[in-house]
């Protein structure tokens, strides 16, 4: 049977940060699914990882080495999923001269060693940070599809009220909404299991509620924005993802932006995702260490895992935040705050990484969960390398 591994290479891991200084790119979310959770669904079978060194303590990398190795910054459909089971031993896919599935050992995959065929038709690649949530429609509509295939919905309560096709409307299991408004013309809305949509939201499609999450009373949201698994969110959400585990349950705006998990919102934070000017927003980039032309006239917040952010805060257009970030203050601070920065607009110091341990066990018990030594020492690893 061919094991199946994703698989990272330095400079797209690199690419990916802040993100992925706390896991490998296919833990990414997109859609409804972490990249390795749409492998595994249309597998039907796990998947290995191939990750830095630094993260395989809590990822455990693949110790074989013949497998069918898929480049992990790339999300599956039913004719890739075709393309790819059927490749033999020394054959792979490319598109656009990029390898991106080949079946053989990890040293003939790494020096293209093989025959290779051209992918016709465009996949769904992440290619930079700002893709997850410009590509976030397309991943929602592929999940939703995926997800929802010969199931039945369980019942939405007639106090709400539906604009466009109910049948695009899918509760999980223990999902509630009461007296919301769900506009269902510009794509599906998926309620996981156990998630709540409070009284008096507005919700336009395509949208994504985790497990266990939920949107607080007189939320706003347009699409294309996922909400991860363990979640509070409140206030104005355009086009966003929030991977999961992390709060913003508070008014406030937050567009075009991609939140980490185990993030805080403080109370009526608020990101530009527009510059004055009208022109095309830069972002830091980590892999070029300078910041980069993103090309698009609307771009918010990039925040790394475990970061916060005080009452009233204030991002502007096109700023990254590191891991284990606590931003708070007047004004808006600068585009590019490192990881374990502590500060504001008036500047930072580092945030003592003893204090950020604490604070993470205080915030994982609140979840029943542990943040124990894996956690920790992969937080000091963040510290000692980059």
Known sequence: ???????????????????????????????????????????????????????????PNYIGNEALYITSNLCPDKELIKKIINLKSNEGLKHNNIVIAYFGTKENYINKNGQFFELENEPLILKNVWDIFQKNATALNNDFELLTHNKKSEPLSESNKVIGNKNLIFLEKGAKAEACIFNTNTGPIYLAKDSEVMEGSVIRGPFSLGEHSALKLSTKIYGATTIG??????????????????????????????????????????????????????LYNYLQQKMVDT?????????GDYSKSGINTMFNTGTVVGVGANVFGSDFPTT???????????????????????????????????????????????????
Not at 33 to 58: A, D
């Open 1 to 59: 049977m061919k094991k199946f591994v994703l698989i990272d290479d330095y400079n797209t891991w690199k690419n990916f940060l802040p993100f992925t200084f706390t896991k490998p790119v296919s833990e990414l979310r997109i859609g409804i699914l972490t990249i390795k959770e749409k492998w595994e669904k249309y597998l039907q079978t796990n998947v290995e990882l191939v990750c830095e060194n630094f993260l395989s303590k809590k990822f």
């Open 229 to 282: 698994p363990h979640s509070k969110v409140g206030g104005e959400v355009n086009n966003s993802v929030i991977f999961g585990y992390s709060n913003k349950a508070h008014d406030g705006f937050l567009g075009n932006s991609v939140i980490g998990e185990w993030c805080n919102l403080g109370a009526d934070t608020n990101n530009s995702n527009l510059k004055n000017n009208y022109g095309t927003v830069k």
């Open 295 to 303: 090309g698009l006239q609307f771009c918010g917040l990039m925040m």
């Open 336 to 386: 590019y705050i490192p990881n374990f920065s502590w500060g504001g607009a008036g500047g930072f110091e580092n945030y003592d990484l003893d204090k950020l341990v604490e604070t993470n066990k205080r915030v994982y018990e609140r979840r029943g969960l542990i943040f124990g030594e894996i956690e920790a020492n992969l937080l000091k690893s963040i510290k000692e390398l980059f």
